[in-house]
C-alpha cells in the first residue's frame, strides 16, 4: 500500500508519457520511411542527438511527474511531435534542397536537429529552474528597453535577405531578433494591461465632441499602430506586423471586453497597409497574388501556384514520405514547410498538423482560463495566441486563404531563432499551467 | 417568457448552424475562388452563432472574453482547414490542370497523361538521383556492337567514343549536359547500380557500414558496325536517315541519322580546367545553334510524309481485308479520278501511266508503277474504319492520340496516319492518306517495321538496340524477340511479298535487283512544301527467307528510284557481301 502510494508520481502525467511516445512513433516511423524510399543518410550521430531529443522529452515528463506541480499535460508532446514533423521533413528536403541549390544548405537537417535538442533543453530549463514569474512584471522596462534596442540595432545592423531587414549576423548563427522581440512584446504587454486594468470603469475622454477611450487604452493602441507601420515601412515584415497586431489587440481585448478596441484597431492596421498600399511594391504583390495568383503566374504569383499545385498533387493521402517533388516551391524548408508536408503527407497530414495548432490553441487558452491571477491569465494567452495566429498566418498565407506573409511555422520551419522561440514560450506555458507551484516562483 | 426567448434564440442558431454547413460544403465544389471566399467567410460567421449563443450563457463572466478569442481561433484553423479539403482534394484535379495547362499547353488534350508527365514538367532543374551513401564510382562500363568492336569506354576517367558518328544511338554521359540515349535508358547497368543491394544501402544508410563497390557492366548493341559503316558512307553528307532491321527478331541492325554531332565534343575530362569547359560550351552552343538540327535523330524521331512508300501499307491492308483478293486482283488506273466535288483530281505523278500498268491492270502492277489513283480508289474500298484500324496495326497513330513508340531505348518518336479520326471522314482526304499524301508523317524506322513485318508472316517484332548486358561474364540481361501483334495473315504477307518482288522486276525499283539475291522493294517521293520532294525507298531481301527490311529517306532528294535507292542497294549488297 504505501510503496503504490510512493510511486503513484510514477502514472500522474501518464497521458503526456502515452502523447510523447506517439510522436516518437512518428518520428521514427516517418525516419524509417525515408530511408526506405528517399536516399536518405540518417547518420548515427543524427540518429543519437534525436535519441538524445527523445531522452530529455521523457525525462522532462518524469521529473514533472516527480515534483508533482500539476503542469499541463498536452502541451509537450505537441510540441514534441510537430517538432518530429520538422525534423523527418528537413530530413526528406536537404538532399534536394543540396542538388538544387547547393552548398547553402549542406546539413539543414542536422542543424534542424540540433535546434530542437537546444530548445528542448531550453525548455527543460525554464521548467525546472526555480525563476519567479513576478520578475517578468518586475523588469518591465527592461524588456521593453532591451526590445527596443533590438529594433534599432536591426534596423541599423541587419543583414537583408528577400527584401526584408529581419536578421542578426552573430557570427555563428544569423539571429531573427523579432521572434525575441515577440516574446518580450507579450510580456510587456501584460504587464502594462494588467496594471491599468482597474480604469475599465473610468469615463471617455471627449475631444471636439468624438468620444476618445481613456488614455492608458489608447496609448497602446497607437502603440500598436506604430510598432506594426514601422515594421512594415521599415522592415518590410508583413507577416510579423500583422502578427503583432493580432497580438495586441487580442490581449487589449481580453482585459477591456469591448469589440470596440478590436474594430478601431483592425481599421487602423487596414488604414495603414492601405496608406502604405500605393507607395509600396511588396505590399501590392502580396495582395494582387492573393486575389488572383494567375495575373502574373511565373512571376509574383509563381511561389504561390506552385504551393497550390504542391498540395493540389498530394491529394487526399499524399504521395508518401520522399515520393514527391516539394523543394520545387521556393522557400519549401521555411515558410512552406507546411505545402511541403501537404505534397507528400496529404489531406489527412495537413488536416492533423491544423489540428495540432487548433489543440495548442485550446490547451494554451485552457490554461489561461485557469491562471491563478489576470497577469498570468493574460501573458498565458498572449503567449498561446503569439503561437497558434503565427501558425495561422502562415498556414493561411501558403494555401492562398490569406494574402501570404513571410513568417515561420512554429516549431516546424527551418531556423533556430524560431525553434528556440517556440520551445521558450511552451516551457514558460507549461510554468505558468502549474497549479501546484509553491510560491518562491510567483 | 425569457426561457421561450432563449429557446427561440437557440433554434435559430441551430438552423443558422445547418445553413452554415451546408453553404461550406457546396462551396468546397465551387470552381470560383472569389465566391467560395465570401462562402467561407459567411459559413464560418454562421457556424459561430451557436457557440456564440453558449459563450454569452457562460456563468463566470471574466471567462467570455477568453472564450471568445479561443472561439476565433478555432474557427480561424477550420478555415484554414476547409480551403486545405477544397486544395487538396474536392478542388484539386482543376488546380492541377489549370498548372499543368499553363506549363505545357498540350496537357489539356491529354488528361490521361497528366498523372505521368507530372513530375517531369515540375522537375526543370532535376533533384537527379541522390546517394549520400559514399560510393566507390567503379569504370563505367563499356559499349560494343553486335560482334564486339569497342564504340564506347573509359579512358583515364574519361568517356570516350571510339566511332563519334553514333552519338544519336549511344548519345552521350556529360557531366555538363546530362545523359542522353542508351547512356541514359541503360545507365542502371552501367553505372554499377544494379550491383547495389537493397539491403545493403539500407544498412549502410541506417548504420554507416561499407557497401561494397559496385560492378559496371557492360553493353552489347544489336548494330552491325560493318553495316553501319556502310550506311554512313552511302548516305553521305545528305540530310536523311538509314535504318536496317533485323526481320525476324526486331534487333536493329543499321541506324544511321545526317546530319549528326560528335559525342566526344560535349565529354569533359575529370580535371576539367577552364580551357575544357569553355570549349565543351561552345561546343554544345554550336549544336544546338545549327539549323539542320544535329541533335535529331532523323531515323527514329524525324516525322516525314510518307509519299508512295505508304501504298505497301494500303496494298497490305487491302489484301488482308480481301477488299483486294490477291496481287493479281484487277484495278484501273486512269490518268484522272474525281473523288469528290469541289476538291482537286487524283492524278498520277506521270501522264499516262496506264500505258505501262495495263487497263485494266492489277495490283502487282499499280503498285510497282505506284499508281496514285488506283490506291485513292483502293483506300475508298477500304473506309476510313479499316485505314485506322490496319494504321495501329502497323503502329502508326493519330496525333490527337498518340501510340506509344516501339522503339523504347532511345528518344523516339511514334508515326501518324492522321492528325484526328474525323479527318478521314471526307472521302477525298481518305484516297489522299492511301496513296501518301494527305496528313499522314512517319519516321524512316516505321517504314521499315511495316516492311519487316511482311517479311516476318504478318507479325510485327518490338525493334530494339541492346542485346545483351554482361558483367564479368555473367549475363545479366538478354534481349528476347518480343512479337508485338499479327497485323495482317501469313496469306497477306506472302501475298505482299509477291508484290514487292514484282515492283523490282517490272517496277521504278527495278534498279535495287542484286545478283543471286531477291529484293523487293517501293519507291517514294514525298512531295514537300517547299523545295525538292524528299526521297523514299524500302526493301526487303531476301524475299525466300526475309533477313533484313531498310528504310531509307533523304531530304530533299527527288525521285527516290533516283537517290534514295542506291544508298539501299549498297547497304544491302554489303550486308549479304554481293557486288552489285
Not at chain 2, 477568453?66 to 476547409?82: D, G, I, K, P, T
Not at chain 2, 487538396?88 to 508527365?117: C, H, K, M, W
Not at chain 2, 528510284?561 to 554481293?578: D, E, I
Request: glycine share 8%; net charge neutral; charged share 15%.
Amino acid at each position: 500500500m504505501q510503496t503504490s502510494r510512493r510511486l503513484q508520481w510514477l502514472t500522474s502525467r501518464i497521458v503526456e508519457l502515452e502523447l510523447l511516445t506517439t510522436a516518437f512513433l512518428v518520428l521514427f516511423g516517418g525516419l524509417a520511411a525515408l530511408t526506405l524510399t528517399k536516399s536518405v543518410l540518417i547518420s548515427t550521430f543524427e540518429l543519437g542527438m534525436l535519441g538524445l531529443f527523445v531522452l530529455i522529452m521523457y525525462l522532462t515528463s518524469f521529473a514533472m511527474a516527480w515534483r508533482g506541480w500539476g503542469e499541463n499535460q498536452v502541451i509537450l508532446p505537441m510540441a514534441a511531435l510537430l517538432a518530429s514533423c520538422s525534423v523527418i521533413m528537413l530530413q526528406r528536403l536537404g538532399p534536394d534542397l543540396l542538388a538544387r541549390y547547393g552548398e547553402a544548405y549542406q546539413q539543414i537537417a542536422f542543424k534542424q536537429t540540433i535546434w530542437v535538442l537546444v530548445g528542448t533543453v531550453l525548455a527543460a530549463l525554464i521548467i525546472f529552474v526555480p525563476w519567479r514569474i513576478y520578475w517578468l512584471r518586475h523588469y518591465r522596462y527592461t524588456w521593453l528597453l532591451l526590445g527596443i534596442v533590438l529594433v534599432v540595432v536591426t534596423i541599423f545592423f541587419g543583414v537583408e535577405r528577400n527584401g526584408a531587414r529581419l536578421w542578426l549576423n552573430l557570427g555563428f548563427l544569423q539571429f531573427q531578433p523579432v521572434e525575441l522581440l515577440k516574446l518580450l512584446l507579450v510580456i510587456y504587454f501584460a504587464t502594462y494591461l494588467d496594471d491599468h486594468r482597474d480604469l475599465i470603469g473610468l469615463g471617455h475622454y471627449r475631444i471636439f465632441g468624438i468620444s476618445l477611450p481613456p488614455l492608458p487604452y489608447l496609448l497602446p493602441l497607437v502603440l500598436m499602430w506604430g510598432l506594426t507601420m514601422g515594421l512594415m515601412i521599415i522592415q518590410r515584415d508583413l507577416g510579423v506586423a500583422l502578427l503583432f497586431a493580432i497580438v495586441m489587440l487580442t490581449m487589449l481585448y481580453l482585459v477591456t471586453a469591448q469589440i470596440g478596441y478590436v474594430v478601431t484597431g483592425i481599421v487602423l492596421f487596414v488604414l495603414g497597409a492601405a496608406l502604405i498600399y500605393p507607395y509600396f511594391g511588396y505590399v501590392r504583390i502580396r495582395f494582387i497574388s492573393w486575389y488572383n495568383p494567375w495575373f502574373d503566374p511565373s512571376g509574383a504569383g509563381y511561389q504561390i501556384i506552385q504551393a497550390l499545385y504542391s498540395l493540389a498533387s498530394g491529394g487526399l493521402f499524399g504521395l508518401g514520405l520522399g515520393q514527391g517533388n516539394p523543394a520545387s516551391v521556393p522557400e519549401s524548408h521555411t515558410d512552406f514547410i507546411f505545402t511541403s508536408l501537404g505534397e507528400e503527407l496529404g489531406l489527412l497530414g495537413t488536416l492533423a498538423i491544423t489540428g495540432c495548432y487548433l489543440l495548442f490553441a485550446c490547451q494554451g487558452y485552457i490554461v489561461a482560463l485557469r491562471a491563478r491571477d489576470g497577469f498570468q491569465q493574460l501573458l498565458a494567452a498572449g503567449l498561446t495566441t503569439a503561437l497558434v495566429a503565427q501558425a495561422f498566418i502562415i498556414m493561411a498565407g501558403t494555401t492562398n486563404l490569406i494574402p501570404l506573409t513571410g513568417i515561420t511555422l512554429p516549431f516546424v520551419s527551418y531556423g533556430g531563432s524560431s525553434m528556440l522561440m517556440s520551445f521558450v514560450i511552451i516551457g514558460m506555458l507549461l510554468r505558468i499551467s502549474a497549479s501546484n507551484k509553491p510560491a518562491y516562483v510567483l | 417568457m425569457k426561457s421561450q426567448s432563449n429557446t427561440m434564440r437557440t433554434t435559430i442558431a441551430w438552423l443558422a448552424w445547418l445553413i452554415g454547413a451546408g453553404l461550406l460544403v457546396w462551396g468546397l465544389f465551387l470552381p470560383d475562388t472569389t465566391l467560395w471566399r465570401l462562402i467561407l467567410l459567411t459559413g464560418l460567421f454562421l457556424l459561430s452563432l451557436v457557440p456564440r449563443t453558449y459563450i454569452a450563457a457562460w456563468p463566470q463572466q471574466e471567462q467570455r472574453t477568453l472564450l471568445r478569442v479561443s472561439l476565433v481561433m478555432s474557427l480561424a484553423f477550420l478555415a484554414v482547414a476547409l480551403q486545405l479539403v477544397r486544395g487538396q482534394f474536392t478542388y484539386a484535379g482543376p488546380i492541377r490542370e489549370q498548372v499543368l495547362a499553363y506549363i505545357q499547353p498540350s496537357a489539356n488534350e491529354r488528361p490521361d497523361s497528366a498523372t505521368d508527365v507530372r513530375l517531369a514538367d515540375r522537375e526543370a532543374l532535376g533533384s537527379g538521383k541522390v546517394w549520400p551513401v559514399k560510393l566507390e564510382q567503379p569504370i563505367r562500363g563499356s559499349i560494343s556492337d553486335r560482334s564486339g568492336t569497342v564504340l564506347a569506354t573509359d579512358q583515364n576517367g574519361k568517356r570516350l567514343y571510339l566511332n563519334g558518328e553514333l552519338a544519336h544511338i549511344i548519345g552521350f554521359d556529360s557531366r555538363l549536359y546530362g545523359k542522353t540515349g542508351i547512356e541514359a535508358s541503360y545507365d542502371y547497368y552501367l553505372s554499377g547500380d544494379y550491383s547495389i543491394s537493397p539491403s545493403d544501402l539500407l544498412r549502410a544508410r541506417l548504420l554507416g557500414t561499407q557497401i561494397p563497390a559496385p560492378q559496371a557492366a557492360d553493353l552489347q548493341l544489336s548494330l552491325d558496325m560493318r553495316i553501319q559503316q556502310v550506311a554512313q558512307e552511302a548516305l553521305g553528307n545528305r540530310r536523311g536517315a538509314v535504318v536496317v532491321i533485323e526481320v525476324q527478331t526486331g534487333a536493329i541492325v543499321a541506324m544511321v541519322s545526317y546530319p549528326r554531332f560528335d559525342a566526344n565534343q560535349l565529354i569533359l575530362p575529370p580535371d576539367a580546367s577552364q580551357a575544357d569547359l569553355e570549349a565543351v560550351q561552345a561546343a554544345y552552343a554550336q549544336i544546338i545553334g545549327n539549323s539542320e538540327s544535329p541533335l535529331l535523330n532523323r531515323a527514329a524521331q524525324g516525322r516525314y510524309p510518307p509519299g508512295s512508300v505508304i501504298k505497301t501499307f494500303t496494298a497490305a491492308a487491302a489484301l488482308d481485308t480481301g477488299v483486294m483478293a490477291s496481287p493479281k486482283a484487277p484495278i484501273t488506273c486512269p490518268n484522272r479520278l474525281r473523288v469528290e466535288e469541289n476538291t482537286p483530281l487524283v492524278r498520277n505523278s506521270v501522264e499516262n501511266l496506264s500505258a505501262r500498268t495495263g487497263n485494266p491492270s492489277d495490283l502487282e502492277r499499280v503498285f510497282a508503277f505506284s499508281c496514285n489513283t488506283a490506291f485513292a480508289q483502293i483506300g475508298l474500298s477500304l473506309g476510313a474504319n479499316n485505314l485506322l484500324e490496319y494504321a495501329q496495326r502497323f503502329g502508326l497513330g493519330l496525333v490527337e492520340r498518340p501510340l506509344e513508340p516501339m522503339l523504347r531505348e532511345i528518344t523516339t518518336e511514334a508515326g501518324t496516319i492522321a492528325n484526328e479520326a474525323s479527318f478521314l471522314d471526307r472521302p477525298a482526304a481518305l484516297a489522299d492518306t492511301a496513296y501518301g499524301q494527305g496528313q499522314a508523317l512517319v519516321t524512316p524506322l516505321d517504314m521499315a517495321q511495316m516492311v519487316a513485318l511482311i517479311g516476318n508472316n504478318g507479325v510485327m517484332m518490338r525493334p530494339y538496340l541492346v542485346e545483351r548486358v554482361t558483367a564479368a561474364g555473367e549475363i545479366l540481361y538478354q534481349a528476347q524477340p518480343e512479337a508485338l501483334r499479327q497485323s495482317i495473315s501469313p496469306q497477306a504477307a506472302q501475298a505482299m511479298i509477291e508484290v514487292l518482288r514484282r515492283s523490282v522486276e517490272i517496277g521504278y525499283a527495278k534498279d535495287i535487283a542484286l545478283p543471286n539475291i531477291s529484293v523487293g522493294a517501293k519507291t517514294g517521293t514525298a512531295e514537300t512544301p517547299s523545295g525538292r520532294p524528299h526521297a523514299w525507298f524500302v526493301a526487303l531481301a531476301p524475299l525466300e527467307q526475309p533477313r533484313y527490311a531498310i528504310a531509307v529517306i533523304i531530304e530533299n532528294g527527288g525521285e527516290g528510284s533516283v537517290s534514295a535507292l542506291p544508298v539501299a542497294k549498297r547497304v544491302l549488297a554489303s550486308a549479304f557481301g554481293v557486288t552489285p
